[in-house]
């Protein structure tokens, strides 16, 4: 949903989403990108469409790029989730020929149970200035590449 603002200025997009409000404000844009959903079963906690179904759809396509958010990191492990139904974000990652997570440095203070990615399956970390050096390391350790974003002023 961060990047919809974004996506607004491009033309020719094919965008795949498993939640209804990301495809709505896409269906909305004058540039109008193509839209594909996954469908599968509604989880009321994240607000998306999860399930076997949804894996089924999207194992049935290839993406440039994955962008994805993240509940907590774990410096060692990866994204971290309270939901359990983490299977769908790996089936995303192993469909896209690069994977993007977009997460606040304050996420890394998040203790979180459940492993959702990797590192190994994560390209790029987009994260504010507000991450430590010693954090950034032992993520690009990871072989991550972590871009910090400059925070926008909220009004």
Not at 54 to 76: M, P, S, T, V, W
Not at 100 to 116: D, F, G, T, Y
Request: hydrophobic content about 40%.
């Amino acid at each position: 949903a961060a990047l919809l603002p974004y996506l607004s200025q491009k033309a020719g997009l094919v965008v795949m989403t498993n939640a209804l409000h990301v495809a709505q404000t896409l269906v909305d844009d004058e540039n109008e990108p193509t839209v594909l959903m996954t469908g599968g079963t509604w989880d009321n906690q994240s607000r998306s469409f999860q399930g076997q179904m949804a894996e089924k759809i999207l194992r049935e396509y290839n993406f440039d790029q994955a962008f994805l958010g993240a509940a907590g990191l774990d410096l060692d492990k990866g994204t971290t989730t309270f939901n359990e139904l983490t299977n769908l974000s790996r089936v995303m990652a192993e469909v896209s020929n690069q994977v993007i997570v977009m997460a606040e440095s304050a996420k890394l203070e998040h203790k979180i149970p459940n492993i959702e990615l990797p590192w190994s399956m994560i390209s790029v970390l987009v994260t504010d200035a507000d991450i430590s050096s010693s954090a950034r390391h032992r993520i690009e350790q990871q072989g991550v590449r972590v871009i910090c974003a400059k925070q926008e002023k909220m009004e």
